[in-house]
């Protein structure tokens, strides 16, 4: 009892289990929120959504592929296309100077060459841009000048003939590349090469142009023979006698005649079958 009278109150009794064992201590369950049953479900199907991404992507890939080779198969069957074959017919060195300065000499010259273009197709067109022709020294790749050459429709079945001059007019040049190259008599190699875009018409259908490179090798050109000082050979007047008449003392004397000609521009008749390169350009690379 406590103070006041009141009895005092009594903890409850512990409960048993019946069987005499310890008593049962009473436990507050620990709270455990669940998850939303809508969010639950939304993290299971991501994996399977992006699954199902990646798999129609690669279906849908490799059937773009498999249509476009069989159209390519189809195309190649029906129109057997062949890239068009160009031949080095002569190449002539008519001018050449290189001057004999130590530090940067300068290169005056001028190569004429002659190509003949076949189309081998018997349905496809290919059209041409203009040409940039340019040649070079096979041993260093000194440059020896450039050209350009007009655009044009090769037809199907035909030759066309290509002409150009390269030349190069006081180019500074590598002295040491120069001098082991370049020779002043008798003949050394240069290379040939002719830039440009080409597409192909078929029909009414005409392709996006692609870049292409012609070069030309194993060339051997001749450096034109320097002439010789002139001869002058006077020819007189025969005398009728030893000493001459006052009239033919009086008479001006017959002009000097120039009996020996200037040899002609070495010339080198060539027939070199040139490569013929797809140029594709990737951002700032050319391959």
């Known amino acids: 009892m406590s103070s006041n009278g009141k009895p005092t109150p009594q903890p409850p009794a512990a409960t048993s289990n019946g069987a005499g064992g310890p008593p049962k201590m009473y436990q507050r369950p620990i709270y455990r929120p669940q ?31 498999f249509i476009v ?46 190509l003949t273009a076949k189309n081998p197709n018997k349905k496809l067109v290919y059209l041409y841009d203009d040409f940039t022709v340019t040649a070079a020294t096979a041993a260093n790749a000194v440059p020896l000048g450039e050209a350009s050459v007009p655009g044009f429709a090769h037809e199907a079945g035909n030759i066309t003939v290509i002409k150009a001059t390269v030349s190069a007019s006081a180019l500074g040049v590598d002295p040491t590349a120069a001098s082991s190259d370049i020779k002043k008599s008798g ?32 060339i051997k050109v001749a450096v034109p023979a320097t002439p010789p000082a002139p001869a002058k050979k006077k ?40 490569q013929v390169r797809i140029r594709v350009k990737i951002w700032k690379w050319t391959f």
């Open 35 to 65: 998850q939303a049953p809508a969010k639950r479900r939304r993290g299971r199907s991501c994996p399977f959504s992006c699954c199902c991404c990646f798999f129609w992507t690669v279906l849908i890939v490799l059937l773009l592929a």
């Open 69 to 114: 080779a069989v159209a390519g198969g189809a195309f190649y069957l029906f129109y057997r296309p062949h890239r068009p074959a160009f031949t080095l017919s002569v190449a002539r060195v008519t001018k050449l100077s290189l001057s004999s300065s130590a530090t940067v000499p300068a290169l005056t010259d001028s190569i004429d060459v002659t």
């Open 187 to 218: 003949d050394f190699s240069i290379t040939l090469d002719l830039e440009t875009k080409a597409g192909v018409k078929v029909g009414g259908l005409k392709t996006k142009k692609i870049g292409i490179q012609v070069h030309c090798d194993g």
């Open 235 to 274: 020819k007189l007047a025969k005398a009728a006698a030893d000493a001459p008449s006052p009239a033919a003392v009086d008479a001006p004397s017959p002009a000097a005649v120039d009996d020996a000609p200037s040899p002609p521009a070495a010339a080198t008749t060539v027939a070199r079958v040139c």
